[in-house]
């Protein structure tokens, strides 16, 4: 992760991009770390996080869940590691904001659904694909609070179906979406003016009455999500077989486009 500290702003960039911005546990405590810091400078009034033009993040690092150890070790990296990520963006007393200009998949997307404010690029998209490898997206199930999200929730999570910024909109999973690259830092500036407008005490307490059911009903049900997913789902069969399918698909795809490459080498 890249942190940029700017006069009224810190800037959290996801920097994995040969993984798609994928997060392990090091990147999700450094996360976690990097935002509970931010509200110690009295000058920072907002949080952004971005990845970049191809990838917000994919989510969770498959390589990462392999190497899980059993129920416990699952526990330790979902329940004890990336839960806490979470909880600590919806309780920070200053804005979350999302800048999404490429994919965010599972865990990324769960990182726009905690974020306060969102802006989509013309890029972006979104979804929720882990029940294609037999997992299930637990921290956005549990997080999810009203019926239209609900009902989001239920068409990506059930049919892996990827949507764009337009969509996402209408669905109030962004707040805010732009129809050129070239705009997205404009919007982005706009609403941190706006945030740097308000009263930093007003702004905190707006923030803590506008999370209280986030931060109780929703993590914990995501942390029980999450315990049923470690304890259940990673050690079955299921889970097993589609994991096992998916990295020979990788496998293949990798070997593909070497193949590719040595051939245009030849050339």
Do not use: C
Not at 29 to 58: K, Y
Not at 227 to 256: D, K, N, P
């Amino acid at each position: 992760m890249i942190l940029t500290q700017n006069p009224d702003h810190v800037v959290l960039t996801l920097d994995r991009p040969a993984l798609r911005n994928a997060m392990d546990l090091d990147a999700w405590t450094a996360l976690r770390e990097a935002i509970e810091a931010a509200p110690a400078n009295p000058s920072n009034r907002a949080v952004v996080i971005r990845g970049d033009a191809r990838s917000f993040s994919a989510g969770n690092d498959i390589d990462a869940m392999r190497e899980l150890d059993g129920p416990d070790a699952a526990v330790a990296y979902f329940v004890d590691g990336m839960l806490p990520t979470f909880a600590a963006m919806a309780a920070a007393p200053l804005p979350v904001i999302a800048v999404v200009e490429g994919a965010a998949l599972g865990g990324g997307l769960e990182i726009v659904l905690v974020s306060d404010l969102v802006i989509a690029g013309p890029g972006a998209t979104f979804g929720l694909p882990e029940t294609r490898i037999g997992a299930w997206p637990t921290v956005f199930l549990g997080a999810a609070p009203s019926s239209a999200t609900r009902r989001l929730t239920a068409r990506l999570a059930l049919t892996g179906e990827v949507i764009g910024p337009a969509e996402a909109l209408q669905h109030g999973l962004v707040s805010h979406a732009v129809d050129r690259a070239d705009t997205v830092d404009a919007a982005l500036a706009r609403v941190l003016a706006g945030i740097g407008a308000t009263g930093p005490d007003a702004t905190a307490r707006t923030k803590r009455w506008l999370n209280r059911e986030l931060l109780g009903t929703g993590m914990a049900d995501a942390a029980a999500a999450l315990s049923e997913l470690s304890r259940e789902t990673l050690q079955g069969s299921e889970f097993g077989e589609r994991m096992a399918a998916f990295l020979a698909a990788r496998a293949e795809r990798a070997a593909r486009r070497a193949a590719v490459g040595v051939d245009a080498a030849a050339r």
